[in-house]
């Protein structure tokens, strides 16, 4: 955990309350973190998700890794106390969105399990949703979107997760998705039903 370096600090609850938001919402709040390789799908799946529940009244947003470095994050680069820095803030990010009454989803690598576990900690109970994507290197490799593993195969960029950097895949996640095997929608729908059957949404 980061330190405390502020002080004279106080905190102030807010008068409107967390219930008073999820009934005006009508839905509790969630953070859906999306953890996996490079090119598994992590934020087109985030955001099939999202336009899913968006198109049934829930309130919701995408954090997306790119994005966020190019912005509150746009001081940290990919060594791992920045990667560690960086998750921890997104963290902070998500924990507002969820006491917002607001399903947050997170489209981020997180590669290693202590950040994420971090994160984990910072939610009540049943808020903090790990879906772990599952795709192959070689699966990933192939896709490479962005020609991200091309320059890493290539010595172009250093500290690249599955190349020369570790991935500690999740042990218990509450949702696994093969994304070897299945297609976005398919996989969005599991994520559907998972919030379905874990009471976040009404079926």
């Keep these: 955990m980061a330190d405390q370096k502020a002080t004279n600090v106080t905190w102030h609850d807010h008068q409107v309350t967390k219930e008073q938001r ?26 099939a998700v999202d336009t899913m529940l968006h198109g049934r009244g829930i309130h919701t947003f995408v954090l997306d890794g790119d994005n966020i470095r190019m912005g509150l994050n746009k001081n940290l680069g990919f060594s791992p106390e920045d990667r560690t820095e960086n998750i921890r803030r997104i963290g902070e990010v998500s924990k507002l969105f969820c006491d917002g009454a607001t399903i947050v989803s997170t489209a981020f690598i997180s590669p290693y399990k202590a950040d994420r576990d971090i994160v984990r900690a910072l939610m009540p109970k049943g808020e903090f949703i790990e879906i772990y994507v599952n795709a192959s290197l070689e699966t990933c490799e192939a896709r490479d979107p962005k020609g991200l593993y091309k320059k890493a195969r290539a010595g172009q960029i250093k500290g690249f997760t599955g190349i020369d950097a570790p991935y500690e895949a999740p042990e218990a ?8 095997k299945f297609g976005v929608e ?14 976040f949404l009404s079926a």
């Design 22 to 47: 999820q009934k005006l919402n009508g839905h509790k709040g969630a953070v859906l973190w999306f953890t996996g390789l490079s090119g598994c799908g992590k934020s087109t799946i985030a955001n």
């Design 173 to 180: 996640p509450e949702l696994v998705l093969d994304s070897d």
């Design 186 to 199: 398919d996989l969005a729908k599991q994520v559907i039903a998972y919030l379905e059957k874990s009471g």
